[in-house]
């Protein structure tokens, strides 16, 4: 097993799996296309600007009543992050604003009245759209 440690971040990661069963066979497959790796922690406060729409996880994770969201944004822009149980149903908008390129984060609330369960959290920046999974618990 092999493992590639990306220092800064990149956007032309992929992902490579080989695997081997008990009879010497194996095989492996490369991820279709490209994407991002980068830790919005180490950019907090940088002028690094990444050349997508990028959304990392969101922190906490499970949520069990704050938590924040870090997002990376290639132009300057009007955003809108927005919370969504697993049926699709929007419960809650938490951030409608507009941010300059670069790396930023938005706390939010989730105000005790959300069940505990599993989330979807999706950031809109004109046709881009990126989503991130949480857990929410009481």
Same mark, same amino acid.
């Given at each position: 097993?092999?493992?590639?440690?990306?220092?800064?971040?990149?956007?032309?990661?992929?992902?490579? /799996?080989?695997?081997?069963? &008990?009879? &010497? +066979?194996?095989?492996?497959? /490369?991820?279709?296309?490209?994407?991002?790796?980068?830790?919005?922690?180490?950019?907090?406060?940088?002028?690094?600007?990444?050349?997508?729409?990028?959304?990392?996880?969101?922190?906490? +994770?499970?949520?069990?009543?704050?938590?924040?969201?870090?997002?990376?944004l290639?132009?300057?822009?009007?955003?809108?992050?927005?919370?969504?149980?697993?049926?699709?149903?929007?419960?809650?908008?938490?951030?409608?604003?507009?941010?300059?390129?670069?790396?930023?984060?938005v706390?939010?609330?989730?105000? &005790?009245?959300?069940?505990?369960?599993?989330?979807? /959290?999706?950031?809109?920046?004109?046709?881009?759209?990126?989503?991130?999974?949480?857990?929410?618990?009481?």
């Amino acid at each position: 097993m092999s493992l590639m440690v990306v220092r800064y971040g990149t956007s032309e990661a992929r992902v490579k /799996v080989v695997a081997h069963d &008990g009879s &010497g +066979n194996s095989g492996e497959d /490369v991820s279709d296309g490209d994407f991002e790796l980068y830790d919005p922690m180490a950019v907090a406060g940088k002028t690094a600007v990444p050349e997508r729409v990028v959304i990392a996880a969101v922190k906490p +994770n499970p949520i069990t009543g704050h938590g924040t969201v870090h997002f990376g944004l290639p132009a300057d822009g009007s955003i809108k992050i927005t919370l969504y149980d697993v049926s699709g149903r929007r419960v809650a908008t938490i951030c409608d604003a507009s941010y300059a390129a670069g790396y930023h984060s938005v706390s939010f609330d989730t105000g &005790g009245h959300l069940q505990s369960g599993i989330y979807l /959290v999706t950031l809109r920046q004109g046709s881009e759209v990126r989503t991130q999974k949480v857990v929410i618990s009481r």
